[in-house]
């Protein structure tokens, strides 16, 4: 028996005015994800617990099917774990955005900094190491605008903020807040000074582009501990992404990770080589985890066109030719789900609290009367549940009351 989760981050929505209070997925053509919820069940699960932030490495983990009571510290430590950045006991792991700011430095104008690539954003942090390294910080470069410090000795009870939650919103009321925060401001104001004179910078500008402006720090944790999926649900897996979150999570829990060439994370992701990847890993693991960052970009950026190309994308891309190679290599023999993790609403652009749909189909799982993959399954679909553990149980067959 093969277990595939296709995970469209971010994927759900709210209605829209502009599409007659439609969402994206009610308007994208996704006629394979409507064929899993023809074949098989819908219904809805809500992945965030409500004593947790409701980010992508907390609702991963409860569809991956892990409850968080214990293990968990923060999402930063997962993503050193997915760089290979081994933390000591003393050591405290923050997410490193590179983001621009409005010229006064008042306002969060993207979080993103304009989804710089990786190869100038790794000029960028080298070029902060040589000015800021030393005996309390390191800078380690990863994606995108995605990156990571370790503050040795550091302070992990402070509070701080994602910076895809203000978008276009000012900055002072959502900097780092409680016991070591000033040293962190400190730190993010001397890489405002710094940056002016990076020549990744002086390049973007003549070319038009939004210049790295500041760093932001967040998702602060230490080093964390899970039980292996293995050792909890007696499976092997592997994970499939193209965010270095997603690399931690598979390091955590004992997956295999599945390097793409292309994987961006952004519209523009290799999704058929994603897709060839699962096919590819199929044979040596029970489980794959297929992960698509996308959808959950498009919301944070507030591009309805983005959102509805990224889940049609993803539609053609990587759940057709995986449900294709399911059925020809293993008849009566597989399962699938698809859904997002949490919603990245256009409207407020970032992640919000609610129940997300899903539709499994596959062995022994029984067809019922939905046919659409979209928000209505959340009131329509046939089963609902509101602890997140559950859907891996049933896609393993481990559950079946529910």
Not at 10 to 15: L, N, Q, W
Not at 172 to 196: C, T, W, Y
Not at 371 to 381: K, Q, S, V, W
Request: charged share 20%; aromatic share 6%; net charge negative.
């Amino acid at each position: 028996m093969k277990q595939v989760v296709l995970l469209g981050d971010g994927m759900s929505d709210h209605p829209l005015p502009q599409f007659d209070n439609r969402t994206p997925l009610q308007i994208a053509n996704t006629p394979n994800m409507d064929r899993i919820a023809h074949m098989g069940i819908g219904g809805s699960t809500i992945n965030a617990p409500e004593h947790l932030p409701v980010g992508s490495d907390i609702c991963n983990l409860s569809v991956l099917g892990y409850r968080l009571d214990s293990g968990y510290t923060g999402r930063s430590p997962i993503e050193a774990a997915a760089m290979g950045v081994e933390l000591s006991d003393n050591d405290v792991a923050f997410r490193c955005n590179l983001v621009t700011l409005t010229e006064d430095g008042s306002v969060m104008k993207d979080f993103s900094a304009g989804h710089i690539d990786s190869a100038e954003a790794a000029d960028i942090i080298a070029f902060l190491k040589h000015q800021l390294d030393g005996p309390s910080f390191t800078f380690h470069a990863g994606v995108s605008y995605r990156h990571l410090l370790v503050w040795h000795d550091g302070i992990d009870t402070l509070q701080t903020t994602p910076p895809h939650d203000i978008s276009d919103k000012k900055i002072a009321p959502h900097l780092p807040f409680g016991d070591g925060s000033q040293v962190l401001q400190e730190l993010m104001n001397r890489s405002q000074e710094i940056l002016k004179y990076a020549p990744v910078n002086q390049a973007r500008r003549a070319q038009g582009k939004p210049e790295v402006s500041s760093i932001w720090l967040w998702g602060q944790g230490r080093r964390p501990s899970f039980q292996s999926f293995y050792d909890l649900y007696g499976k092997s897996g592997a994970i499939i992404t193209a965010v270095d979150l997603m690399r931690g999570v598979a390091k955590c829990i004992g997956f295999k990770m599945i390097e793409v060439e292309g994987a961006t994370g952004w519209i523009d992701t290799n999704y058929r080589g994603k897709a060839q990847a699962c096919i590819d890993v199929l044979p040596e693991v029970d489980l794959v985890y297929l992960h698509v960052e996308s959808p959950d970009e498009a919301g944070h950026a507030g591009r309805a066109d983005y959102k509805i190309q990224a889940i049609e994308d993803f539609d053609a891309q990587v759940v057709g030719p995986v449900l294709e190679h399911l059925d020809s290599a293993y008849p009566e023999a597989y399962r699938i789900v698809t859904l997002p993790d949490h919603p990245t609403p256009i409207a407020v652009r970032t992640h919000t609290r609610d129940r997300v749909p899903f539709a499994m189909a596959g062995a022994g799982i029984k067809a019922d009367s939905c046919t659409r993959y979209n928000e209505t399954l959340l009131e329509d679909g046939s089963v609902h549940l509101n602890d997140s553990t559950h859907l891996m149980k049933m896609l393993l067959g481990q559950d079946l009351s529910c």
